[in-house]
């Protein structure tokens, strides 16, 4: 107990926390005491034990024994259960702390007159031989539930006892074992059984309702009858029948039922089954007859089970299952009505109107055989016809529309012309109808009544005042010969009418040549001169355009008159040729000859005038014309003499052919000048007499000049120019150095490479004519480049340069990327040449290939490789559905480079699902892993990620085949090319791993427990599920639904839950090689269906095997069972003698005997409803004994046995 403290300062503190167990018993005084210390303490010794000094504790503790308040509580599902049923006992244990309890057990034996079926706990194990429960820990607040089913034995009143019989803690308020009845941890349950007693027989009270939607309706329209069966109960019924047969003042047009079947022959409604609280309805629809019976009827004519009220097809019109309904019809009539309007009440003769006739029926019934007739008068000539309905005959004036119905409208529209004279009044009327108008009479001519109709016109003659104007378009009348002008005439209509027919007349005179002509409208003929317009609205104009060519002689003097007109004009007459009238226009045109001024000038670029030679030189020649007309047909002749030698031209218009030295700049605008631009080289002299003389002249034209004749030689005139120069002698030292970024760098494939090539001039002279060759080696892939000057032509290596001033430099960037290596020697070496100079050099000569000269310049660039490879395994390759299971990548590099920029991706397949703990910074999204920008030494890095297994959705590994690529590097690898897998994982950089697909096999057992049963008796159904599979079958679900023939009543099942609504038993899992089972107790109903079918339906995993997936069992029921014993009080209960299904008979007969051998009772077709009244009497037998005899009626041997009857 020594608590070693060491040094201690002054006003410091230390703790000790002590943790111990409380024992059963012993001392639990504990005292504490400083039993050393190097000072002196002023008022207290270390270890004297005096108790009163501050260096001595104590603390005391009163332990408390465990206690634990265990308390039962019993029930029963049926206290008064029938002898040979199940009934369950529930037993729930409850520990009421305040602590934890051990060693629990419950005694509950069954009393002797049950006998025991099965048992469910929800923890621990039930032994029914010994009646003990063995619980074990209970934990305070918790409870535990014990079910016992059985069977009771025998009748009489029955006590089941439980009590807790063991428990390692102590109890407050009870004593296990001691037999108490009154403490809590003992419970009873009271049951007294009873003997079965037979169902009452089934009732079912049928009533009919009938409705008809229209109490009046009119003759030939159709009604709806509604009849409306209902089942008051308070059973069930069947093999239902109504008749409702139509009587002869209506004709059948259609049926609808919400079940069964109608013949309408018969008037029978087969309905069927109605159960309990159900209606079901029938409508027939009908066509109302002009004479007959209306009075329509309805009956239950037959009925599978009894009604109290009412007797089927008796014809008794108080009870409720008859019902009537009737009509009172209407006769017929159609109101009908005409309007007629005209669009133009005041229309030009000659024009078109449009009669519009409109027959409106304003019911209230549809009509047929309906026709109007508008014959038009011999003011209008008829031109068309449409309608909204129906034909139209012009002759006879006559529209057949046929029917009409109520609120309906057509239309007739009869457009015409209107003549010149006539009448002009148009009148229309209704001339025949099938139904009587109230209020007018077909074809009876009155004019007031409302199915006549007239619309008049009062036509007028037309005119139209037409004006016509010339122009010339520009206003140029003074043209220069040849050339083009434009003559625009414009006819306008003032109106007030639209006119018709119109032509113009506009012939060209002989100073014009046709060229071509536009028009607004119609057509210009220049052989005639007339331009057919046609018509022009009132308010309107139309243009006519014709082009010509001005000739050199002839009439000048253009002339155009309205030729022809239909319409009448007020101020003036077409073709009259009187010149004041305003249909008739001139233009006169004053024609001039054309002229231009050619003149050219000559210099060099840059006034250059001593040239170097082998150097560059342009030569400018500017053509100029000063007017005042176009020129055409321009040339100009300049061709270089020998000292130089021609490279290639520019100009502003036309081309150049150098071996002729002709330039055809072709057309000069006046006031234009163009340029023609000729490069050449200086060559070196020769001695030839002006051979640097370079001469250039107009050679032709196609006007007038007025200071100078092309072609005729003479350098004085202004289309002659000429220029010399001098050249010198000069040199160039040209020299080339390359460098490239990062030169020492180790490169990867793919990255760029940026090449630098330098040619420097250390003069004198500027040199010309510069070209250096750099092509690319194969290691590397053009992409572009940045001279300073000229061209750069990849393909051949060729660096145009040019010109390189003295005392300066050029240079060229060439972009690249690095190709992966091929072997090939030299690759990667990029070397460059000076290989052309219009100048000699000193040191070097271009375009020898020597090496050492300072025109030549090499640079070799170091490429990485890393040689990659993937490889891809599994946790486990037989995982279950829901497993968490991880996938690695082993992501190897073999070298001898590190490699960069590294992305990898994984593909996760159907099968996965809950993607985690991914390493190395991938990044999940659209079903893939990335891993992206990896850095990978030399031996490689694993990556890993885990997944869940999701359902499989077939036997196709697919969805289960993880496949996982490199899809990028930096360096080149030697054996594989990234982002390249088609699928078949060939490659050393792509990888694939799956898993076995989830499977197992899951087989469906299905037992009864007997075969051979009695009518409402309970048979017990046993379910199977077992796991014949290497995996556990997880969300397991069995469909078992129970056909008609039986009536649930209970389930239990060692795992899962059953709803006996949809049939479906869910099973959380099935271990492997294991098996869970539902019971199911039902009781067997008259029905006719018993095959009971459990089948699996779904679960998690495949299942390999679906032969075994699907089990029935059935019983056979003893249908016919005879009650031998009722009372008939009329209690309602047990009220008749009862025999089970002799429905099923209907050709049986029943007698019954007193003991005497008398008969009291006989029935052919019983019925159950023998209620103990004496043949031929109303008096009910006494209480006693009979004999019965019964005769089924198919053959069979009789039934015979006794009954007792007791009021």
Not at 821 to 834: C, D, H, L, Q
Not at 1013 to 1026: D, H, L, R
């Amino acid at each position: 107990g020594l608590w070693t403290v060491g040094a201690l300062l002054n006003g410091a503190s230390q703790t000790l926390q002590l943790t111990a167990t409380v024992n059963p018993s012993g001392v639990y005084l504990n005292f504490a005491e400083v039993t050393a210390s190097d000072l002196p303490d002023p008022d207290s010794t270390p270890n004297n034990g005096i108790t009163t000094e501050d260096d001595y504790a104590t603390a005391t503790i009163t332990p408390t024994a465990l206690s634990s308040d265990l308390s039962l509580t019993k029930t029963v599902s049926d206290s008064s259960p029938i002898i040979n049923t199940e009934i369950t006992f529930e037993l729930i244990i409850t520990n009421n702390g305040p602590q934890n309890n051990t060693g629990v057990q419950v005694t509950d034996l069954l009393p002797a007159a049950f006998t025991f079926i099965r048992y469910n706990v929800s923890t621990g194990t039930y032994d029914a031989a010994t009646g003990l429960w063995n619980i074990g820990n209970l934990m305070n607040g918790q409870s535990e539930t014990l079910q016992i089913t059985a069977k009771a034995n025998a009748i009489g009143n029955f006590v089941n006892r439980a009590e807790v019989t063991a428990a390692d803690l102590l109890d407050p308020d009870s004593t296990p074992n001691n037999g108490v009845n009154l403490e809590d941890d003992y419970a009873i349950a009271l049951v007294g059984t009873r003997a079965e007693t037979p169902p009452p027989p089934p009732v079912s009270d049928l009533s009919l309702t009938k409705t008809v939607n229209n109490a009046t309706p009119l003759v030939d329209s159709q009604v709806t009858f509604e009849v409306v069966i209902t089942n008051n109960g308070k059973d069930d019924n069947k093999d239902v029948q109504v008749t409702d047969l139509l009587p002869t003042g209506y004709t059948f047009t259609g049926y609808t039922v919400s079940t069964g079947t109608y013949t309408p022959t018969t008037g029978l409604w087969t309905v069927g089954n109605i159960i309990n609280g159900k209606s079901e309805t029938l409508q027939i629809t009908a066509t109302v007859n002009l004479t007959g019976d209306y009075l329509n009827i309805a009956e239950v004519t037959a009925a599978g089970i009894d009604d109290p009220d009412s007797t089927p097809n008796n014809g008794v019109t108080t009870e409720d299952d008859y019902a009537t309904t009737s009509t009172t019809p209407n006769p017929q009539t159609a109101n009908l009505s005409l309007t007629k309007t005209v669009d133009n009440p005041a229309p030009l003769i000659g024009s078109s109107v449009t009669f519009e006739v409109i027959i409106t029926n304003n019911g209230p019934q549809n009509t047929a055989g309906v026709e109007v007739t508008d014959l038009l008068p011999s003011g209008y000539t008829f031109s068309s016809y449409s309608a909204t309905k129906g034909t139209y005959n012009r002759t006879t004036g006559k529209w057949t529309i046929g029917s009409l119905v109520n609120g309906d409208s057509q239309t007739l529209q009869i457009t015409a012309t209107v003549n010149a004279v006539g009448n002009y009044s148009n009148i229309a009327e209704v001339t025949a109808s099938n139904l009587p108008d109230p209020n007018s009479t077909p074809n009876n001519g009155v004019a007031t009544e409302d199915d006549y109709a007239v619309a008049t016109t009062i036509p007028i003659a037309p005119n139209t005042d037409l004006s016509l104007t010339k122009n010339v378009v520009g206003t140029n009348l003074s043209p220069i010969f040849g050339a083009t002008v434009t003559f625009e005439i414009t006819v306008k209509n003032s109106g007030p009418h639209t006119a018709t027919g119109v032509t113009v007349k506009d012939i060209l005179p002989s100073g014009f040549e046709y060229v071509v002509y536009s028009a607004t409208t119609g057509q210009y003929l220049n052989s005639t001169g007339v331009w057919n317009i046609g018509t022009i609205p009132n308010g309107e104009s139309e243009t006519l355009l014709i082009s010509v060519k001005v000739n050199t002689t002839g009439n000048y003097t253009n002339i155009a008159e309205i030729n022809t007109s239909n319409e009448f004009d007020p101020d003036s007459t077409p073709n009259n040729n009187v010149a004041g009238e305003d249909d008739q226009d001139a233009q006169i045109l004053t024609p001039v000859p054309a002229e231009t001024d050619l003149s050219i000038e000559k210099s060099v670029v840059g006034n250059n005038l001593t040239p170097a030679i082998g150097s560059q030189i342009a030569f400018t020649v500017t053509v100029t014309n000063d007017g005042p007309s176009t020129s055409t047909g321009v040339t100009i002749k300049d061709i270089l003499p020998s000292g130089y030698q021609y490279l290639f031209f520019n100009s502003t218009s036309g081309s150049y052919d150098a071996a002729t030295g002709i330039w055809t700049p072709g057309t000069i605008l006046s006031g234009n000048s163009h340029t023609l631009l000729i490069t050449a080289i200086v060559k070196a002299p020769t001695g030839t007499t002006d051979e640097y003389l370079n001469t250039a002249e107009i050679m032709t034209s196609d006007q007038h000049d007025p200071d100078s004749t092309p072609g005729n030689g003479i350098i004085t005139e202004d289309d002659y120019d000429s220029i010399f120069v001098t050249p010198v002698i000069v040199m160039a030292d040209l020299s080339l150095s390359k460098t490239a970024l990062n030169a020492n760098a180790t490169y990867d494939v793919g990255s760029t490479v940026i090449f630098t090539v330098t040619v420097k001039n250390d003069g004198p002279a500027n040199a010309s004519g510069v070209s250096v060759k750099d092509l690319l080696p194969p290691g590397f892939r053009y992409v572009t480049s940045a001279p300073t000057s000229g061209l750069y032509n990849y393909i051949t290596g060729i660096w145009n340069v040019g010109i390189v001033t003295a005392g300066n430099d050029e240079s060229l960037d060439i972009y690249t990327t690095v190709n992966p290596p091929t072997g090939a020697a030299g690759e990667y070496t990029n070397t460059s040449e000076i290989t052309a100079s219009n100048l000699p050099d000193p040191d070097s000569t271009p375009n020898n290939g020597i090496i050492t000269e300072d025109d030549y310049a090499s640079l070799k660039i170091n490429v990485a490789v890393a040689d990659l490879s993937l490889d891809k395994t599994v946790s486990n390759k037989n995982a279950n559905v829901n497993e968490v299971i991880t996938f690695t990548l082993q992501l190897n590099n073999e070298g001898p480079s590190t490699a960069t920029g590294v992305n990898v991706d994984d593909i996760i397949p159907l099968g996965y699902r809950n993607i985690a703990n991914i390493s190395n910074g991938g990044i999940f999204a659209n079903n893939t892993i990335k891993w992206a920008n990896l850095t990978v030494p030399v031996g490689g890095v694993t990556l890993t990620y885990q997944v869940t297994v999701a359902n499989p959705k077939g036997l196709d590994h697919e969805d289960y085949l993880n496949m996982a690529q490199v899809t990028a590097s930096n360096q080149f690898d030697p054996d594989s090319k990234p982002n390249n897998d088609n699928g078949d994982q060939s490659e050393d950089d792509e990888d694939s791993e799956f898993i076995n697909i989830p499977s197992t096999d899951i087989a469906i057992n299905k037992e009864v427990d007997k075969t051979d049963v009695a009518m409402y008796s309970s048979v017990i159904f046993t379910v199977t599920a077992e796991n014949l599979g290497n995996l556990t079958a997880t969300n397991v679900e069995v469909k078992d639904l129970l056909p008609k023939g039986y009536q649930f009543e209970s389930a239990s099942a060692t795992s899962g839950t059953y709803n006996s609504a949809t049939g479906i038993w869910a099973i959380p899992s099935v271990a492997s090689k294991g098996s869970q089972t539902l019971t199911l107790n039902l009781k067997v109903v008259d029905f006719k269906d018993y095959l009971n079918i459990a089948q699996l339906v779904s679960m998690d995993q495949i299942d390999t095997n679906a032969s075994n997936n699907q089990d029935n069992a059935t019983v056979s029921p003893n249908c016919l069972k005879i009650w031998n014993e009722f009372s008939p009080n009329d209690d309602g209960q047990n009220d008749t003698f009862y025999i089970d299904c002799i429905t099923q008979y209907p050709d049986n007969q029943l007698s019954v005997f007193n003991r005497w051998g008398n008969i009291v009772y006989f029935k052919k077709g019983y019925d159950n409803t023998w209620d103990g009244k004496e043949k031929g009497s109303a008096k009910t037998l006494p209480d006693g004994t009979y004999f019965y005899i019964l005769d089924l009626g198919d053959g069979s041997e009789k039934t015979s046995g006794w009954l007792y009857l007791k009021n």
